[in-house]
């Protein structure tokens, strides 16, 4: 538990504050919406999910929202799930995001870099023509508001492009990344079918080249409902037969015409990671996501125009999603495809000072392999533009803060941030206007009434509890596809808490109102009735060098006992003798607790992942407690299928 009074790691000084466009909204929100003008964050955050509908009123006519036609009231109908937002409005989330092109028609919108590590630009002047030509395109393929659109699409401009046009024509958007094999795709397209697909040819990673079209063609055989398929030639090859080329639509000179949807007009389809069935396909709104990702990036983030947003990603991950929106703040985002780790592991440093990168994400992952790699990014890298540095995927551990500090900035803005894909945003995490604390997100984000509970649906304060959001968020899910009577949306978040939002985290809120995020909570450790994060454990055993990854399970046993087996992958050339076992042991004791000590190390060839880079915990679980692996997971979801195999024989010879 961190202490009560600990000092900050950070603390912006008075001028920051001042200049933070979060404080200028909170003295214009009191001046005309009756926001506490004293008090400072917490008071603002208080006020914004006491008074939700004011509160996003406000950030309606802050940003400037354009509703084409008016609403007749913020919130219809406040109960979740099902929350009406803006009833009555019209919009176009394209429309928004191309609006910088009137006054910076020649400055850059995007940047494009791949491992050569240099940038592209692209203007605003030239992703709105772009937009357009394609806009008109799909029309005349016959695609109309509510079809879908599916990429299998690198992390380039086109995939921006495809997206915004397909919005613009009030498209459903979906879109995967191309280092997904054929299997993990069609799980995603086939629950959606599409009528329009955009493909590459390829992609390059890691210095090579790797050849996708076996896979395209096959995505084109099984998805029966398509009318065009168009060929982005990445790596230079020819149009296939019977596909479109991405030139030959993209070459008219066209203005967009944004078509006017409902606030709640599906936006795109995203994707949990789908480690047990078919993924979960989350539906979000045009006026949900723009409104939220206008307060994520331009109040939280604290993006505008003269920025540069670059977080490294794939198309794939919810976050390449909330990277385009850095558009709605007329910043410039920065677009990355290739190997994080090309051609050494401080590649992403090298790109960020090389686009003058404002605010650079990444994983909490990747923090932890530059400290292992000594890499020294403020030495080696002139990281002056980087106000901050922000990371997800996992919490970052209290080392990865401290590694942050010492070799980037002593004065860095460290945001680590905490939501889902399932709201496509954050709970809690950047705030520039408060101090940061190792180990520690900042605070729950503006209109978000995030609360930790315990398993009586009490808040607790300084203790560990089940992360709950008691209100509404526009960007939570409208539904899940295929859902006809919403029982599926309704199991993963509402089950636990009737009528709140029950995320699957452990948290604790502490005194001081940050919060801490201590891992899943569906695969959580509870010994003896003492709940434990598996992150914790992970951040303690992965100091070692010896260490390259480790998974933590807690399996209840049937005759009451609790077995909790620590699987490790080693380093290269390291042995799990007596030497290695007592220092894991001892580093566990020491920095957690005696009660942490695993029952079991066991060295295992590898950690499996979900294709977004997420432990599978629960499902090591299921199959540890004997569930065939057909049924503990969905295969085509995981990076290295042959890794299970390990933990099935275990059952089996455990058994």
């Given at each position: ?509 502490t005194s001081r109102g940050s919060v801490v995020i201590h891992g899943r909570s569906d695969s959580t450790l509870n010994r003896q009735g003492v709940r434990m994060g598996s992150a914790d454990i992970y951040e303690a055993v992965e100091r070692l060098p010896e260490v390259k990854e480790s998974l933590v399970i807690g399996i209840e046993q049937p005759d009451g006992g609790y077995w909790m087996p620590l699987f490790v992958h080693l380093a290269p050339g ?20 005696p009660r942490h000590l695993p029952d079991e190390i066991i060295e295992v060839p590898g950690i499996p992942h979900t294709l977004t880079g997420k432990r599978i915990e629960v499902p090591v679980k299921r199959l540890l407690q004997g569930t065939p692996l057909e049924k503990a997971v969905n295969p085509g979801s995981i990076d290295d299928l042959d890794l299970l195999h390990f933990y099935e024989d275990l059952a089996r010879k455990r058994a």
């Amino acid at each position: 538990m961190t202490p009560a009074n600990p000092t900050p790691l950070w603390q912006p000084d008075a001028d920051r504050i001042a200049r933070a466009q979060i404080t200028r909204f909170q003295a214009w929100a009191a001046e005309r919406h009756g926001a506490p003008a004293e008090g400072g964050y917490p008071a603002l955050h208080r006020w914004s999910v006491d008074e939700l509908d004011t509160f996003w009123k406000a950030v309606t006519e802050w940003f400037d929202v354009r509703f084409s036609t008016p609403y007749t009231r913020v919130l219809g109908d406040r109960s979740m799930p099902g929350a009406e937002w803006f009833p009555g409005a019209t919009l176009n989330y394209a429309e928004h995001a191309l609006r910088a092109s009137a006054a910076r028609p020649d400055e850059p919108a995007l940047l494009a870099v791949d491992e050569t590590h240099e940038p592209r630009p692209v203007t605003w002047a030239e992703l709105r023509r772009q937009v357009g030509s394609l806009a008109a395109e799909l029309r005349a393929l016959g695609v109309r508001p509510g079809d879908r659109v599916s990429a299998y699409v690198s992390n380039i401009p086109q995939a921006v492009v495809a997206l915004l046009a397909t919005a613009a024509v009030g498209g459903v958007w979906s879109s995967c990344a191309p280092d997904f094999g054929a299997r993990s795709v069609l799980d995603r397209f086939q629950q959606v079918e599409p009528v329009v697909l955009f493909t590459v040819d390829g992609y390059r990673y890691g210095g090579k080249e790797h050849d996708r079209r076996e896979i395209v063609a096959e995505l084109r055989r099984e998805l029966p409902t398509l009318r065009a398929v168009v060929h982005i030639p990445l790596l230079g090859t020819d149009t296939p037969d019977g596909a479109l080329e991405w030139s030959d639509l993209t070459s008219a000179d066209t203005e967009p015409v944004f078509e006017q949807v409902p606030f709640d007009h599906p936006l795109w389809v995203l994707y949990s990671s789908g480690t047990t069935g078919l993924p979960k396909a989350i539906v979000q709104s045009q006026g949900g996501i723009l409104i939220e990702h206008l307060k994520q990036i331009g109040l939280h983030c604290d993006l505008g125009p003269e920025d540069r947003f670059f977080w490294y990603t794939s198309t794939g991950w919810m976050m390449w999603n909330f990277l385009v929106s850095g558009l709605l703040t007329g910043t410039t985002i920065v677009l990355y495809d290739g190997s994080p780790g090309h051609p050494d592991t401080g590649a992403q440093w090298r790109i960020a000072e090389r686009t003058g990168a404002t605010l650079f994400g990444t994983s909490a992952a990747y923090v932890m392999a530059c400290r292992k790699a000594g890499v020294h990014p403020g030495r080696d890298h002139d990281l002056s533009r980087v106000q901050c540095v922000a990371t997800t995927g996992s919490p970052l551990p209290p080392d990865g803060f401290s590694w942050l500090h010492d070799e980037v900035r002593d004065d860095l803005w460290i945001a680590s941030v905490s939501g889902g894909t399932d709201v496509c945003s954050c709970f809690a995490g950047a705030v520039p206007t408060l101090p940061v604390y190792i180990g520690e997100l900042q605070a729950p984000c503006l209109g978000t009434d995030l609360q930790s509970w315990d398993p009586g649906g009490r808040p607790v304060v300084g203790e560990v509890g089940e992360l709950v959001v008691t209100n509404p968020m526009p960007s939570m899910p409208i539904r899940f596809w295929n859902d006809p009577d919403g029982s599926r949306y309704h199991d993963s978040y509402f089950d636990m808490y009737p009528g709140v939002w029950r995320h699957g985290d452990w948290i604790t809120v502490t005194s001081r109102g940050s919060v801490v995020i201590h891992g899943r909570s569906d695969s959580t450790l509870n010994r003896q009735g003492v709940r434990m994060g598996s992150a914790d454990i992970y951040e303690a055993v992965e100091r070692l060098p010896e260490v390259k990854e480790s998974l933590v399970i807690g399996i209840e046993q049937p005759d009451g006992g609790y077995w909790m087996p620590l699987f490790v992958h080693l380093a290269p050339g390291a042995a799990l003798d007596e030497d290695l076992v007592h220092r894991i042991k001892q580093t566990i004791r020491e920095q957690l607790s005696p009660r942490h000590l695993p029952d079991e190390i066991i060295e295992v060839p590898g950690i499996p992942h979900t294709l977004t880079g997420k432990r599978i915990e629960v499902p090591v679980k299921r199959l540890l407690q004997g569930t065939p692996l057909e049924k503990a997971v969905n295969p085509g979801s995981i990076d290295d299928l042959d890794l299970l195999h390990f933990y099935e024989d275990l059952a089996r010879k455990r058994a």
